[in-house]
C-alpha cells in the first residue's frame, strides 16, 4: 500500500511541476511581448518627436522669408489682406443644404436640355483646339534652401 501511494504522490508531484512551468512559460511570453509593444511605442513616440522637429524647421519664419524671396517672381505671392479673411458665417452653406440640380444624369447623357448641350459643343470644340503649352519652372542649379538633414529612424 505505502509503495502505491508513493507512486500517486510521485505522479501529483509531477503533474503540478508540469502545470506550475507552463503557467511561467506563458507569463514569460507575455513579458516578452509587453516588452516587444514597449519598444514599439518607444520608437513611434521617436518618429513622432523627429516629424515634429522636422515641422518646425519646415515652418521657420527665416526659412519661408528666403523661399519667398527665391521663388516670389514665380509663385505671385504677398500678404494676406485684413479684408481677404473670413468668419465662419461669411463660408458658403454646406453640400447637404446646396439646392438639388434639376438636371438628371438621364437627360445629361441624353442631351435633351438644351444648357447640356451647349456644353457638351463646347467641350468637342475645346478637344479641337491645339494644346496649350504648360509653363515649366526654370532650373536653378544646386540650391541649398530645400535640403535638410533632419536623420530619419529605421524599422
Not at 507575455?30 to 523627429?50: G, H, N, Q, S, W
Not at 519667398?68 to 458658403?92: H, N, R, S
Not at 457638351?120 to 478637344?127: N, P, R, W
Request: proline share 6%; aromatic share 2%; no cysteine.
Amino acid at each position: 500500500m505505502l509503495r502505491s501511494f508513493d507512486l500517486v504522490l510521485i505522479g501529483v508531484m509531477t503533474a503540478t511541476a508540469v502545470v506550475t512551468y507552463s503557467i511561467k512559460h506563458r507569463a514569460d511570453e507575455k513579458l516578452e511581448e509587453v516588452r516587444r509593444l514597449e519598444t514599439e511605442i518607444r520608437l513611434e513616440k521617436d518618429t513622432i518627436d523627429l516629424l515634429r522637429a522636422d515641422w518646425a524647421l519646415l515652418t521657420q519664419p527665416n526659412r519661408l522669408h528666403r523661399l519667398i524671396g527665391v521663388y516670389g517672381t514665380e509663385l505671385g505671392l504677398g500678404a494676406t489682406d485684413t479684408t481677404q479673411l473670413a468668419m465662419p458665417k461669411e463660408l458658403p452653406m454646406m453640400k447637404s443644404r446646396l439646392p438639388q440640380p434639376e438636371t438628371t444624369i438621364e437627360d445629361i447623357i441624353s442631351g435633351k436640355d438644351s444648357e447640356v448641350a451647349a456644353a457638351l459643343k463646347g467641350v468637342e470644340a475645346a478637344k479641337s483646339r491645339p494644346p496649350s503649352k504648360i509653363p515649366v519652372p526654370k532650373n536653378r542649379g544646386a540650391s541649398t534652401l530645400d535640403v535638410h538633414s533632419t536623420g530619419s529612424v529605421r524599422r
